[in-house]
């Protein structure tokens, strides 16, 4: 503690100790000041009136110190309340305020007297202050507890509850939303001012009521501004819940809302994690109901598995997810109805497709998926307008195309995501629909693995502006536009660019890592450290990687750690130490399945070829380029852009030492403009990679570059 924030501590207690037992009229500066004790300022005698004025400047300042002396010792004796912990329910997040608030209703029952002094201080102005010749300015205070609260009291308002409130309000405020920095203390010092006038003027009513109506201004006022008004509904759904629980031993009635509040977590796509605590909690509910096997308590069942799994694979608990998958489709067997039987299962091979697809098994996924869009396209032939099975078969042609992409096959994932995109937008018309939105930005990934980065961050910063209208700013499909366009401005080389993006963005918080999504916040700091390693930074990213990787290894076979890996490798190598990428490549495929991954493969062997030319293993690099050309037999396009850039490789390395032939050959995909079969060149325009390809054939001066027509205007013409 400074040494003024030791006088301000001492003058209020000094002044605590007076304005207990005096009139705050009778009170005279020079009686504070005798009572101040103050050992180690190596000034024992009595201190005067002048002094305590030089100090605290104003008697506002004064009983404001007085104030929050008194208020800190109550708290003491009533027990250091422990750093609080995130509640699990908002129901749980206002009783947490409400019990602080009663802590401080108290005190104001306990200090009475001195509370009712303190309120004809704090608004009291010295004469002496409305001389002209007075200084307009506040003083200057510490920015610390102690000068926050004289600098409050300057100013007529009273913080000495804040301290006290402010991580309860944060905590309390985790539960639904991730409370922006110094939101948490703005909004104790404003409730703690607010509650003093309440308290004060409130002397005979209930301590209980008074923090209850207290904390209900705190949400209402801030917390919904902040979280949104989603959470209305999910504290009518929880109230409701805790009522349907004392009401006696009914689990239907139980279960039913326990639905609510399910539904209420899973349409705006925020609590992930506790949406999935939910979901099996229903589970078990329904389980317990009197008729589980009747075939409405299936249907209900296998629709809460589903529910479940989905909130957990966005969570990126993917074994928790392929178990609930799992378990839904078993139950879809017992339903009687043939055609709901079936169009539970395929939802399910959906589901489990796009779990195998995210663990970085895509070819299988592909598979999974393929089998239940042709399931549901069956359903869906004939129908007109936007029937359910529609809705059903188009979103899973949409996982078709993402599955295809991830798999190598980027000419087919993109042609199907333009299928889809312009399906939805000729069956819903509106290019602001949400689905049409969807759509938009499942292209922009398509483009994105096709090698086509500036036409996909053109679309996904569109599309992703739009969804970010219309959801929340810490849900889960906002932040994974945002690293999906971090994605595509890394693939552009303009890390500045992903580094604003993502530390703008909630995802990469640990609060989003906790109740959101756990794998979407990886993704982003692993996008993040890369940006870094780009822009020079290489230590730091080489650290983050590495606690990332460290942090993931418990799953060695998910695509998430294999990625993080691959991505510590190639920053290791840009760090001029191609020895240890090529330990951390070798670990990543020892953990690499088949068919697995095609395009995870392609990057491993490419950077693996980079790491043996670094070292002037020639022959060795050669070999993992020729196991790369040989993926085309798993699926991968040829001219993938993996695969373009290991024929880059090969080229500049036969620059460098001083040969030129072959290098036609070598540039010639890359360098080609003629439109493959999804309509566009297998490098877009602005590429990276295309631009290098072009720098080395005119310094070369052995390749041909293609002549393009010159364009003209035909309004200049």
């Known amino acids: 503690m400074s040494a003024q924030d030791r006088r301000l501590s001492a003058i209020g207690e000094a002044a605590a100790e007076v304005l207990r037992h005096t009139d705050y009229h009778l009170v005279r500066a020079e009686t504070v000041a005798a009572a101040v004790r103050l050992s180690r300022e190596g000034q024992s005698g009595r201190r005067s009136a002048v002094w305590l004025y030089n100090e605290v400047k104003s008697r506002r300042v004064l009983v404001a110190l007085a104030l929050h002396h008194a208020f800190l010792r109550f708290a003491e004796r009533n027990g250091p309340p422990p750093r609080p912990r995130t509640p699990g329910s908002l129901v749980e997040a206002r009783d947490l305020l409400t019990q602080a608030l009663l ?139 805790d009522v349907a629980r004392r009401g006696g031993p009914d689990a239907r009635a139980e279960a039913d809302a326990q639905a609510n509040v ?36 299936l249907r209900s069942r296998c629709d809460v598995e589903s529910r479940r799994g989905l909130a957990l694979l966005r969570y990126g608990d993917l074994d928790a997810a392929r178990a609930g998958f799992e378990a839904s489709l078993e139950i879809a067997g017992g339903v009687r109805d043939a055609e709901v039987a079936a169009s539970y299962e395929a939802r399910a091979r959906h589901n489990l497709g796009e779990v195998l697809v995210e663990a970085g098994r895509p070819v299988e996924g592909s598979r999974l998926i393929e089998r239940a869009r042709s399931a549901r396209e069956e359903a869906a032939a004939g129908a007109s307008g936007v029937p359910p099975e529609w809705r059903r078969y188009t979103l899973t042609a949409q996982a078709a195309a993402r599955a295809a992409s991830r798999a190598g096959r980027v000419a087919d994932g ?119 390693a780009l822009g020079d930074d290489t230590g730091t990213a080489l650290g983050a990687l590495e606690e990332l990787a460290d942090l993931l290894a418990a799953a060695p076979e998910d695509g998430l750690v294999l990625s993080v890996r691959r991505a510590l490798a190639e920053v290791q190598l840009w760090n001029d130490d191609p020895a240890a990428a090529a330990a951390t490549l070798k670990r990543v495929r020892a953990d690499e399945t088949d068919p697995g991954d095609p395009p995870g ?117």
């Open 414 to 532: 993109l042609v199907r995501a333009s299928a889809v995109a312009a399906d939805r937008q000729a069956r819903l018309g509106d290019p602001g629909d949400i689905n049409v939105v969807a759509a938009r930005v499942s292209l922009g990934e398509a483009l994105l693995e096709a090698g086509q980065p500036i036409e996909a961050r053109h679309l996904i910063q569109e599309a992703g502006r739009q969804r970010a209208d219309l959801l929340q700013p810490t849900a889960y499909w906002p932040n994974h536009d945002t690293v999906l366009l971090a994605r595509a401005e890394l693939a552009l080389r303009d890390p500045s660019a992903v580094l604003r993006l993502l530390e703008r963005a909630p995802v990469l918080d640990d609060w989003f890592a906790a109740h959101v999504s756990f794998r979407l916040w990886a993704e982003a700091r692993t996008a993040h450290a890369t940006a870094m």
């Open 262 to 297: 399910l539904r209420s977590l899973l349409d705006t796509g925020v609590l992930l994690e506790r949406a999935a605590r939910e979901a099996a909690e229903l589970s078990r509910l329904l389980s317990l109901d009197g008729a589980p096997s009747s075939e409405a308590g």
């Open 103 to 241: 802590v401080v209703a108290r005190f104001h029952r306990a200090e009475a007297f001195l509370t009712q002094q303190v309120q004809l201080g704090i608004g009291d102005i010295a004469t002496s202050e409305k001389r002209p010749s007075t200084p307009q300015g506040p003083p200057s205070w510490p920015d610390t507890a102690m000068g926050r609260v004289a600098s409050a009291g300057w100013a007529g308002r009273v913080v000495a509850y804040a301290d006290h409130l402010t991580p309860v309000i944060a905590a309390a405020a985790g539960a639904v939303c991730l409370p922006p920095p110094g939101w948490a203390r703005a909004c104790a010092e404003k409730l703690s001012d607010l509650a003093f006038d309440a308290l004060t003027d409130d002397l005979d009513g209930p301590v209980d009521r008074q923090a209850a109506a207290l904390g209900a201004h705190w949400y209402e006022r801030h917390l919904i501004p902040l979280a949104g008004t989603w959470i209305n509904d999910l504290d009518v759904a929880e109230r409701a819940r």
């Open 601 to 717: 493969r392609a990057r491993t062997l490419l950077l693996a070829a980079r790491c043996e030319d670094a070292r002037g293993d020639a022959k060795a690099a050669e070999r993992h380029r020729a196991a790369l050309a040989e993926l085309t037999a798993l699926g991968l396009d040829p001219l993938h852009p993996l695969l373009l850039e290991s024929r880059y490789d090969q080229a500049a390395r036969r620059f460098e030492s001083g040969r030129f032939d072959g290098l036609d050959g070598l540039l010639a995909p890359l360098l080609d403009r003629e439109p493959v079969s999804h309509g566009r060149p297998a490098l877009g325009d602005g590429h990276p990679l295309l631009l290098k390809a072009v720098t080395l054939a005119d310094r070369s001066g052995a390749v041909d570059l293609p002549r393009a027509p010159r364009q003209v205007l035909w309004e200049d013409a």
